[in-house]
Structure formats: C-alpha cells, structure tokens
C-alpha cells in the first residue's frame, strides 16, 4: 500500500468519492438469528484509495420491543460490485457492528465506525448492512429496525 507523503501532488485517484447508502424501512419482529441483508438490502459500492485504508460506519435505528432481546446491525464487504465477489469483511458483531440494548424498548439511534486496511489501491469494492437477533428465551425475536445505514470514507 502506498502512503501519500507530506509534499507529495495528491491525485484524485488518491482520495475517490465518500459513499453512503441508508434505508428508513420499518423491519418489525426480526426473527433471524443469523446474519441477514433484509429488504431492501442497504449496500453501496466504493474504490479504494491510494493508501488502501477507508473509514467505514454501520449503524441504524433499533428497539428491542418487549425489552428481551437483542438486535445487532454489522457491515460485510466483498471485492467487486456485488456479494458475489471475494468477501473481504464477513459480519461480525465484535468487529463490524452495533449491539442495540436489549432494554430499550423505544428506538434509538447508534453506529460504530472501524478502519480497513489492506485494500488494492483502486480496486471496486461492495459493502452493505446485515442484521440479526438475539433470542434471550424470555419472549422469541421482539427486535425491530426503523433505519440501517453504511458509509465509506477514503483515509490516508
């Protein structure tokens, strides 16, 4: 990967556009306890920059309804346009994603942002938003989400 140094002529290959894809759909009663794309499926594609590193934020509107269960939204991204290419980034609660509280029975807002590196300079990528349920055996799947969103920002 290639660093841009202090005096160096930045290109506009160097930092490609910020990208972001956000949906406001309601998805009530989430039954799920793996990690799914719902619908519509929130994704964007992005290039990655000279250095190789982005910022990525995942984030969304959640409520545990009955405040027994849990709802986590994460990122996934894959080499190419599409979830056909190479994943890159699976989903993963610890690394790429929120854990709503299973106390708030009103919606509330969250996101987690984390830094990827390691990525071809120039090369297409494709990240988008997966969600899934905890079932605590209180009361089963009585997570909702009012919003999901993913964003990439190029960094140096």
């Given at each position: 990967?290639t660093?841009?140094?202090?005096?160096?002529?930045?290109k506009?290959a160097?930092?490609?556009?910020?990208?972001?894809?956000?949906?406001?759909?309601?998805?009530?009663n989430?039954?799920?306890?793996t990690?799914i794309?719902?619908?519509?499926?929130?994704?964007t594609?992005?290039?990655a920059?000279?250095?190789?590193?982005?910022?990525?934020?995942?984030?969304g509107?959640?409520r545990?309804?009955?405040?027994?269960?849990?709802?986590?939204?994460?990122?996934?991204?894959?080499?190419?346009?599409?979830?056909?290419?190479?994943?890159v980034?699976?989903a993963s609660v610890?690394?790429?994603?929120?854990?709503?509280?299973?106390?708030?029975?009103n919606?509330?807002?969250?996101n987690?942002t984390?830094?990827?590196?390691?990525?071809?300079?120039g090369?297409?990528?494709?990240?988008?938003?997966?969600?899934?349920?905890?079932n605590?055996?209180?009361?089963?799947?009585?997570?909702?989400?009012?919003?999901?969103?993913?964003?990439?920002i190029?960094?140096?």
């Amino acid at each position: 990967m290639t660093d841009i140094l202090v005096g160096s002529k930045v290109k506009a290959a160097d930092f490609p556009a910020s990208v972001w894809a956000q949906d406001a759909t309601e998805i009530l009663n989430i039954t799920s306890t793996t990690f799914i794309t719902g619908s519509p499926v929130v994704a964007t594609t992005f290039v990655a920059p000279t250095s190789g590193r982005v910022l990525v934020f995942v984030g969304g509107a959640a409520r545990a309804q009955t405040g027994d269960n849990r709802v986590f939204i994460v990122a996934n991204v894959f080499l190419g346009t599409s979830a056909a290419g190479t994943e890159v980034l699976s989903a993963s609660v610890g690394f790429t994603g929120c854990g709503f509280s299973l106390a708030a029975t009103n919606y509330y807002y969250q996101n987690r942002t984390f830094q990827m590196s390691g990525m071809t300079p120039g090369s297409t990528y494709y990240a988008r938003v997966m969600y899934s349920a905890t079932n605590t055996g209180v009361t089963d799947n009585t997570c909702d989400i009012a919003c999901r969103e993913i964003g990439v920002i190029p960094i140096s």
